[in-house]
């Protein structure tokens, strides 16, 4: 059964509310000891040799990187009207931006020893003063729906090979949010305005296009 752009519409807009509140919530600092009782249980549960795997996680989310993933995946189809996409994620980015450089976010604590992490890429040389949204998070939920979008429009492919795909995308979504609050780079509420930004961003641009 084919999803209708007006239910990708309303999905995306419902996205976009829980993100414009969740940004008021963080502003207005209501939830700062929810993000310090999830950060110090994950940091207390999780164990530290997947901080390995959680670093190639950080690689694939860096700006660079998934930004060519993303036009590699627009090349699959190569629809004109695929351009939207890159508006929406140039948007994105930018409330990204705005967001790092003037909502405030605490420190995350110094006795939590998240690995560091030394990439190289110029993306890393960028200062931020804050953390509020999670730009790994948003970029992994914004290119899971592109790719998702090519899995299921393919002719090609079986409907269980379909659902392994989508599985195994849901799957690499959950691990790059849970890797963002392990290696200490953001508290949980950062990692939730990212999948908010990536969901509408995402949703919206399917209504256009789908």
């Known amino acids: 059964m084919k999803i209708s752009q007006?239910?990708?519409?309303?999905?995306?807009?419902?996205?976009?509310?829980?993100?414009?509140?969740l940004t008021i919530a963080v502003v207005g600092r209501s939830?700062?000891?929810?993000?310090?009782?999830?950060?110090?249980?994950?940091?207390?549960?999780?164990?530290?040799?997947?901080?390995?795997?959680?670093?190639?996680?950080?690689?694939i989310g860096s700006l660079e990187i998934s930004s060519i993933l993303i036009f590699a995946v627009l090349l699959i189809e190569?629809?004109?009207?695929?351009?939207?996409?890159?508006?929406?994620?140039?948007v994105s980015l930018l409330v990204e931006v705005i967001g790092k450089n003037f909502i405030y976010r605490p420190g995350l604590p110094a006795?939590?020893?998240?690995?560091?992490?030394?990439?190289?890429?110029?993306?890393?040389?960028?200062?931020?003063?804050y953390t509020y949204p999670s730009g790994h998070t948003f970029r992994a939920v914004f290119a899971s729906i592109l790719f998702l979008r090519v899995i299921w429009n393919s002719k090609k492919m079986t409907l269980?090979?379909?659902?392994?795909?989508?599985?195994?995308?849901?799957?690499?979504?959950?691990?790059?949010?849970?890797s963002r609050v392990s290696l200490v780079k953001h508290?949980?509420?950062?990692?939730?305005?990212?999948?908010?930004?990536?969901?509408?961003t995402g949703l919206l641009f399917l209504a256009f296009t789908y």
Not at 6 to 20: C, D, E, M, N, P
Not at 114 to 123: E, F, V
Not at 160 to 178: C, E, S
């Open 160 to 178: 269980p090979m379909k659902i392994l795909f989508t599985i195994g995308t849901l799957a690499f979504v959950l691990f790059m949010a849970y």
């Open 187 to 200: 508290w949980p509420l950062d990692v939730a305005g990212g999948v908010l930004l990536g969901l509408a």
């Open 6 to 21: 007006r239910t990708f519409a309303i999905s995306g807009f419902i996205a976009l509310f829980l993100f414009v509140f």
């Open 78 to 90: 190569r629809k004109k009207r695929d351009l939207i996409a890159l508006f929406f994620y140039v």
């Open 111 to 129: 006795f939590f020893f998240g690995k560091d992490i030394t990439l190289g890429l110029p993306s890393y040389a960028v200062t931020e003063n």
């Open 31 to 59: 939830f700062q000891q929810f993000d310090y009782t999830i950060l110090t249980w994950l940091q207390n549960n999780t164990s530290r040799s997947l901080d390995s795997f959680f670093v190639v996680l950080t690689l």
